[in-house]
């Protein structure tokens, strides 16, 4: 069993606490994952452990209200399940001090700034009007105790506070915070007026070099990432002629750039905010909610090919997602309108669960996701507090909890392709591998819950012959037309049912039950636009066929009619995986007669080999048509030598046998007078089948010279 971490821990780490006064010393090397595409066989693909990480969320703690500090704040975290948060949060972080928890000085902004949102509503001023601390890291660690988070994002302001970023984590380090995701700054791409000149990306990374040798020293496991710009990388868009133009090329090559062998960070962090209102002019109508659905797996796909090609196949954070367009000025065009009218409805949760699936299937390429917002009411949230027992959550909010939910009670997340997945046949940005049908999967011990979003425009059969051998199917469908959906609803947050399984949550689930038969395989007709949540539990055993929950002679009978099938009928036949399911053959019996405990030759699978074994040969002798219970025990449905001498080669065995209680097994003579004997009650007599005659000799393999060789 996989343990997970499941909250911040502020624990105190076993090491000497270390002045501010700090002199980098060797870093310790990083391993960097590379990338790994996501399979494309048909069936449930290998897990890896569940990431938490692709469950994060932001929110403008430097803001009015100080959100953190509130109860009610901290309960609507935990109701969704958000995993992990940024400290402290977007663009405060290039102007902000986080020992006193403080904005810097107005001017410093403005000089590099001219026009920052939280200047122009007065939410620096306000922020530093309160306590010294209020907003500093302390007080943010204790937030994410008290909200039950799984990790810490720390943002280090090197725009402003250069020279102050190591003693952040040292500080962290003495407080025995843990810091296992650094993020050097915050769209530091924008700040000409601070970064503009002769390699402004190489600048702006050697200004975290000595924080970076201090992080490693401190906890050689942490990972940092390093701002790219998005847009050439999510879509087609150029790189432009400006002072940033070469932005990402020069903070690759400031990798290495302090000194030794450790890189200044591990992993480019983007920010998604590619959906413009006019992203999708020209896309014809009747392909324009496909395109949108396919949108972010489409772009994220390209920024891993960007990532492999050109950035040594670094790992990809995305610490901002969501549609940009809702931000902006009412659209013109009818493809930016219809956009735009998706905020705050089961379009957008749609689109949203697409970076989280996305990332399941290609663990390695996309590591870290964060949710934009959390409490904003434009679109990019997910929710907005009422009290310490209520709030009230969007579709996006409901979808991301019950996300969250299967994730973090399941151990696994694994790859899911279904048997047929046409192509959706829609283009974004040069791509257009984008099919019907986005699938995942999240496994424990108990169950497998598959996450499928269809996004075509007609209901679809959403089949998969591998899955398991599970016998009962839930399913819970939420539509993107769900008309009731649109806005938000008000729900309890004090954590005694799921936000999202509550009935006044804004979404209505359409439920399904069904009672599988392993082997016909998972069938179920999902609607057009939708995301469903198929839950496969009650396990059956391996090689239960029949889902009756033992392995009897009805499951070994239905895998012999398998053998040596070019198309079995399903994969889960092929019990040795010798060939994913499209041979099977006498070694998947073998394995079946395994998983029972039983040999070949035992007829009645009693797990011995006796007289009542030996008497399905003797009277099914030359059968063509015989079954296993009849005496045929090589599987070619004759009863012939083979299965009488692997009758007598076990004499008396079993699979796991107990050599003190065993009888004695027959002396040849004695065996073979036994034999000789039952032969001659039957000889004459006519069978139903087959009477034996002189051509059919029964040759006994004994040890005994003057034992009789033939019966005839």
């Known amino acids: 069993m996989i343990q997970i971490v499941h909250h911040f821990d502020r624990r105190k780490l076993s090491v000497p606490v270390l002045p501010l006064a700090f002199c980098a010393g060797l870093g310790v090397a990083m391993a960097v994952g590379a ?56 663009s405060p972080d290039s102007f902000w001090e986080w020992d006193t928890g403080r904005f810097v000085p107005e001017a410093e902004i403005l000089a590099i700034w001219p ?22 890291t302390d007080s943010f660690a204790d937030f994410a105790a008290a909200a039950e988070l799984n990790r810490v994002q ?30 050097i700054d915050n769209e530091t791409y924008f700040w000409g007026n601070e970064f503009a000149g002769f390699n402004a990306g190489g600048n702006y990374v050697s200004r975290f070099n000595n924080a970076s040798q201090a992080i490693r020293i401190l906890d050689p496991d942490a990972k940092i990432g390093a701002v790219f710009r998005e847009q050439e990388v999510f879509t087609n868009d150029s790189a432009g002629t400006g002072w940033n133009k070469d932005w990402n090329d020069q903070v690759y090559a400031a990798r290495f750039s302090n000194g030794v062998p450790d890189p200044v960070y591990d ?10 209102e006019d992203r999708l002019d020209g896309v014809a109508p009747s392909q324009l909610a496909k395109t949108f659905l396919a949108f972010p797996q489409l772009t994220m796909h390209k920024a891993a090919g960007v990532s492999a090609a050109q950035y040594g196949d670094l790992p990809i954070w995305i610490t901002e997602y969501n549609v940009i367009a809702y931000g902006h ?49 434009n679109g990019w949230g997910l929710g907005l507090t009422i009290d310490n027992n209520f709030a009230r959550i969007n579709a996006s909010g409901q979808v991301f909890a019950h996300l969250s939910d299967v994730a973090t009670t399941s151990d696994t997340m694994h790859p899911v392709e279904p048997d047929s997945n046409p192509l959706l046949g829609v283009t974004v940005e040069g791509e257009s591998g984008a099919k019907v049908f986005q699938a995942a999967g999240f496994g424990s011990d108990q169950e497998l819950v598959l996450v499928v979003i269809n996004r075509d425009g007609g209901s679809r059969d959403f089949e998969l012959a591998n899955y398991g051998w599970y016998r009962n199917a839930d399913r819970v469908t939420y539509h993107a037309d769900d008309s009731g959906a649109n806005g938000y609803e008000t729900v309890s947050i004090t954590g005694e049912t799921p936000v999202w399984q509550q009935a006044n949550a804004p979404l209505t689930p359409i439920t399904e039950n069904a009672s599988l038969f392993p082997v016909s395989g998972l069938s179920l007709s999902l609607p057009a636009y939708s995301i469903s949540f198929i839950t496969l539990s009650d396990e059956a055993p391996i090689g239960d066929f029949d889902n009756d929950g033992t392995l009897d002679i009805d499951d070994l009978e239905a895998l012999i009619s398998q053998l040596d099938a070019s198309n079995p ?27 029972k405990g039983v040999l070949r030759g035992d007829a009645n699978l009693d797990n011995f080999i006796d007289q009542s074994d030996l008497d399905a040969v003797l009277q099914n002798w030359g059968r063509n048509d015989a079954t296993w219970g009849t005496g045929d025990y090589t599987g070619d449905r004759f009863v012939a030598q083979g299965d009488l001498d692997l009758v007598l080669q076990q004499w008396g065995g079993s699979a796991a046998p107990d050599l003190s209680a065993l009888d004695p097994i027959p002396e040849p003579v004695a065996g073979f007078a036994l034999l000789a004997g039952l032969l001659a009650l039957t000889h004459g007599r006519r069978s139903p089948i087959k009477s034996m005659t002189t051509d059919d000799d029964l040759t006994l393999h004994g040890s005994c010279d003057s034992c009789p060789r033939t019966f005839s």
Do not use: C
């Open 115 to 136: 026009d920052p949102w939280f200047v122009n509503n007065g939410a620096n001023d306000w922020v530093n009007s309160q306590p010294v601390g209020t907003f500093n």
């Open 154 to 183: 720390w943002t280090a302001n090197v725009t402003t506070r250069e020279a102050d970023a190591q003693n952040m984590f040292i500080h962290l380090h003495n407080q025995g915070d843990a810091f296992d995701r650094v993020e």
């Open 35 to 90: 990338s790994t595409a996501p399979a494309s066989a048909a069936g449930v693909g290998a897990g890896v452990p569940v990431n938490r990480d692709l469950f994060g969320a932001n929110d403008n703690f430097a803001n009015y209200g100080n959100p953190m500090g509130q109860t009610r704040y901290r309960n609507l975290i935990k109701a969704l399940g958000v995993q992990n948060m940024r400290y402290i949060s977007g």
């Open 267 to 276: 992993a480019m962090i983007l920010h998604h905010y590619a959906m413009e």
């Open 569 to 595: 009928s399903s994969p889960l036949f092929d019990l040795d995986g010798s060939a994913d399911g499209a041979d099977v053959d006498q070694t998947d019996v073998d394995e079946w007669l395994s998983l």
């Open 329 to 377: 000025s009412p659209a013109t065009s009818p493809n930016g309108q219809w956009i735009q009218a998706t905020a705050n409805t089961a379009w957008n949760a749609l689109y949203q669960a697409s970076f989280i699936l996305t990332a399941v299937n290609a663990p390695d390429d996309f590591t870290v996701l964060n949710h934009h917002s959390v409490s904003n009411s």
